[in-house]
């Protein structure tokens, strides 16, 4: 290999590394579970009860909304699907948790 060629291909290393870091930096930046959170909420007040499709699909839509373009080109609507659901299952969890009452 020529010494061109092997300068190429660690100056496009170095560039992916960077962006796949930066990328990393503005979604922890963004807060994108408190995000997905507060749109959570925010579905439950516009749509009634029942429609949960619905809330579930407005949430997904404004979580991938706010993530940059160019890794929305990576991160599947599934994915963000089953990351949307786990952080409602830990906030029912939280909201439905009843302490166990103290036997004497």
């Known amino acids: 290999?020529?010494?061109?060629?092997?300068?190429?291909?660690?100056?496009?290393?170095?560039?992916?590394?960077a962006f796949v870091i930066?990328?990393?930096?503005?979604?922890?930046?963004?807060?994108?579970?408190?995000?997905?959170?507060?749109?959570?909420?925010?579905?439950?007040?516009?749509?009634?009860?029942?429609e949960n499709t619905e809330k579930l699909n407005y949430v997904i839509d404004k979580v991938i909304a706010m993530l940059p373009k160019p890794l929305q080109f990576f991160i599947t609507r599934e994915a963000v699907e089953k990351f949307v659901q786990s952080i409602f299952d830990t906030v029912k969890k939280a909201l439905d948790y009843v302490p166990k009452k103290e036997e004497n």
Do not use: S
Request: hydrophobic share 60%.
């Open 1 to 17: 290999m020529e010494a061109q060629t092997i300068i190429g291909i660690v100056i496009v290393a170095i560039v992916v590394i």
């Open 22 to 50: 930066w990328l990393v930096w503005q979604i922890k930046k963004k807060g994108l579970k408190e995000f997905a959170t507060e749109m959570i909420v925010k579905a439950e007040d516009m749509f009634h009860k029942g």
